[in-house]
């Protein structure tokens, strides 16, 4: 059966569209549609004309992730797989930007972009996962639309923040985890230190979590206030404000729950049995990971989430072993906050966090491991399908820290030991006269040199 490959470069509003053979070489040239009902049509006539042409064949259509501009040509691409014998994929458009990097083109355009999606379908094809259906495709809408809104809420407490320096300072300092309710509600009605003043501790202490004794220390505080600003203008935008942020947490609020009752994932409350990971959180890690037979192995997993070790060095000579932060950051925020969570009140992410402390690493290093550790206890949760047992992650520390008599050998050296009069740089010979130094010691240590017992 003979395969094409069609790529697609997908701007606002139109697409490019070109079809390669398995030797690279253009079988349709490039052409253009607008994202409109008569573009889609258009393309469906030209896939039947060109099935007509070639009969027998399958085409292997793909586009890029474009921050969904690209869900309303996969969609109808998917719709087009009942009539012709199509497969749809979606591509990372790091990877595909990386492979396009060795063709060594000195010219890019939408033309030649849409002929490097086809070329990656060919050069990787085990890369390229191709899609039916996503049964994810609205509860990811939904996250996306309670995170927009989280970001509209922090914008504003930021805002917030920055006129109550002004207009009422005294109240900052309740301000500094989180900002309370209560703040929220005291503000609306007296939005200045100005007007705060002028309360009445009894009338303030009406609002939820206000004793009389906390009233009267605001008013007191408000009466010796260092406040530079308190005109009406100031009143107005706060108490706008601080309204804007009250009925977006109210939204966050029931949007969140929503969510979490429409979510059908049976994986969820696998996850949720994690100590330390709750309904949102979990949400937001299946919608990322979505399968775990997607990585073949937890390797994989942390490359995805940019987590895994990598080794950087400086130009001064500092070198060591940090987080890669590679793809998308999202994914490791969520993971984040799993694991501050679990420090607080898992005890087995707990004393890996304190074991490491103690030995002298920075906290936020210790918190990457975590984050590190959390996610290879997902992973095998998901691929066994067995909810969180940490005596699981126990015996399999124990088994692999167990210790070996053996001599460990560096397979890549397996035909010549390394000789000390290589002509190697100074730090690598270094290197060499410790590990055959490190060597020998082993191997006295194991008993290997030892001289045998005269027993006669």
């Known amino acids: 059966m003979q395969s094409y490959y069609m790529g697609i470069d997908v701007s606002k509003g139109y697409a490019d569209f070109v079809i390669i053979n398995n030797s690279k070489q253009p079988v349709e040239e490039n052409f253009q549609l607008d994202d409109t009902f008569d573009g889609h049509c258009h393309l469906y006539e030209k896939l039947i004309d060109f099935f007509d042409t070639h009969p027998g064949c399958i085409l292997y259509v793909a586009v890029e992730s474009t921050g969904g501009y690209e869900n309303n040509w996969f969609n109808s691409l998917r719709q087009f797989q009942s009539s012709v014998k199509l497969k749809v994929a979606r591509l990372n458009p790091f990877a595909v930007n ?4 060795a063709s060594l083109r000195r010219i890019n355009t939408d033309k030649i972009s849409a002929q490097q999606i086809a070329e990656y379908l060919i050069t990787h094809p085990e890369q390229v996962t191709y899609e039916h259906h996503d049964p994810l495709a609205s509860l990811r809408k939904q996250w996306g639309f309670i995170k927009m809104l989280t970001k509209q809420k922090t914008q504003l407490l930021n805002q917030l923040e920055s006129l109550l320096y002004t207009a009422n300072p005294e109240l900052i300092i309740y301000c500094k985890n989180n900002t309370p309710e209560w703040v929220l ?17 009894s009338y303030l202490a009406c609002i939820p979590y206000i004793t009389v004794d906390r009233a009267t220390e605001l008013i007191n505080n408000a009466k010796r206030t260092i406040a530079s600003s308190s005109d009406k203008i100031t009143e107005q935008i706060i108490i706008a404000t601080v309204k804007q942020i009250l009925h977006l947490r109210k939204t966050i609020s029931s ?21 330390g990971m709750g309904d949102f959180s979990a949400i937001g890690l299946m919608l990322e990971i979505q ?6 192995s937890v ?7 940019g987590i895994h070790p990598v080794f950087k060095e400086s130009g001064d000579g500092s070198s060591g072993f940090h987080m890669s932060k590679r793809g998308r950051k999202e994914p490791r925020q969520i993971l984040f906050m799993v694991a501050l969570s679990a420090i607080r009140s898992n005890p087995l992410i707990q004393g890996i966090y304190l074991d490491h402390i103690q030995k002298g690493m920075n906290k936020m290093a210790a918190v990457g491991v975590c984050m590190h550790k959390i996610l290879r206890i997902i992973y095998g949760m998901l691929k066994h399908n067995m909810p969180f047992d940490p005596e699981i992650d126990k015996r399999n520390r124990l088994k692999m820290f167990k210790p070996k008599n053996h001599v460990r050998q560096d397979k890549n050296r397996r035909y010549q030991e390394y000789d000390l009069k290589a002509p190697v740089s100074r730090r690598q010979n270094l290197k060499r006269r410790e590990r055959k130094q490190s060597h020998s010691d082993n191997i006295t240590k194991t008993g290997s040199s030892s001289p045998v017992p005269f027993t006669g």
């Open 291 to 296: 399968c775990a037979s997607r990585f073949s």
């Open 255 to 275: 949007q969140t729950k929503i969510m979490a009752r429409s979510c059908i994932i049976p994986e969820l409350n696998l996850l949720k049995t994690f100590t």
């Open 98 to 101: 990386a492979s396009s990097k």
């Open 185 to 201: 509600k005291l503000l609306i009605k007296y939005p200045t230190a100005c007007c705060l003043a002028k309360a009445n501790a």
């Open 299 to 305: 390797k994989r997993l942390s490359s995805f989430f």
